[in-house]
């Protein structure tokens, strides 16, 4: 268990919807991080925040936001889905900026 | 920005075996590089890490090997067991920085029993 907690653990939606995935990081961790990975795919990063800020954006759709909140728990807002969203969420927290990542356990969604 | 090749894409071994994955980073000023295990259905674990100031990091039956001049990282695995079976990411980056961490595109292992 690596104390990072995400919720829900599987979402199914259908195309057009607007879904919010929820990341607890870690304990005293600052940064979070959101990643998508699709079957066969690597770790695509989407975007990071530190202490509440946007630090750092990768490969995010215009159609994908996020936040972290004042309590350092995040969201990642994905909306007008399609079929090819369909993927494993990842969020993943680490004290600082740069150093060890640890993972949550996945949200994995599936779009209809 | 950062780029990380990783190789190979999948390795089969026989159990007892050793097996090694390699990566290779391009930005110079990367200071730190992580290793993930990924098991099916779960998230990436952190399994080991070295940082630029040290060449070589062992733990059990891993070890990591850093050759900063050359910019490439290896994972070592001895005595490899069916439970090593899963996906092993690289990952580098700047401790301290803003830049963001880059993966390796993940190794499938495969230990035959």
């Known amino acids: 268990d690596s104390g990072v907690t995400q919720t829900p653990k599987h979402l199914i939606t259908a195309t057009g919807q607007r879904v919010t995935l929820r990341c607890s990081p870690r304990?005293?961790?600052?940064?979070v991080y959101w990643y998508q990975q699709s079957l066969d795919q690597g770790l695509q990063f989407l975007i990071q925040y530190y202490n509440g800020e946007e630090r750092a954006k990768g490969n995010i759709l215009e159609r994908f936001s996020a936040q972290q909140f004042p309590d350092l728990h995040s969201e990642l807002n994905l909306s007008s889905l399609e079929l090819g969203d369909s993927a494993l969420y990842f969020c993943?927290?680490?004290?600082?900026?740069?150093?060890?990542?640890?993972f949550g356990p996945g949200t994995r969604l599936t779009v209809t | 920005g950062e780029n990380v090749e990783q190789h190979p894409s999948t390795l089969s071994v026989q159990e007892g075996d050793s097996a090694v994955i390699k990566c290779t980073y391009s930005?110079?000023?990367?200071?730190?590089f992580p290793w993930y295990k990924q098991e099916l259905g779960k998230g990436p674990q952190l399994i080991i890490d070295i940082r630029s100031n040290v060449g070589e990091k062992k733990d059990q039956r891993i070890a990591v090997t850093l050759n900063k001049t050359a910019k490439h990282f290896s994972l070592h695995i001895t005595e490899t067991q069916p439970e090593d079976s899963a996906v092993y990411f690289c990952?580098?980056?700047?401790?301290?920085?803003?830049?963001?961490?880059?993966f390796g595109r993940g190794t499938s292992l495969i230990v035959h029993p």
């Open positions: 304990s005293g961790d600052l940064s």
């Open positions: 930005d110079s000023a990367s200071n730190y």
């Open positions: 993943a927290s680490s004290p600082n900026e740069g150093n060890e990542q640890y």
């Open positions: 990952a580098a980056s700047l401790e301290g920085g803003s830049y963001i961490p880059t």
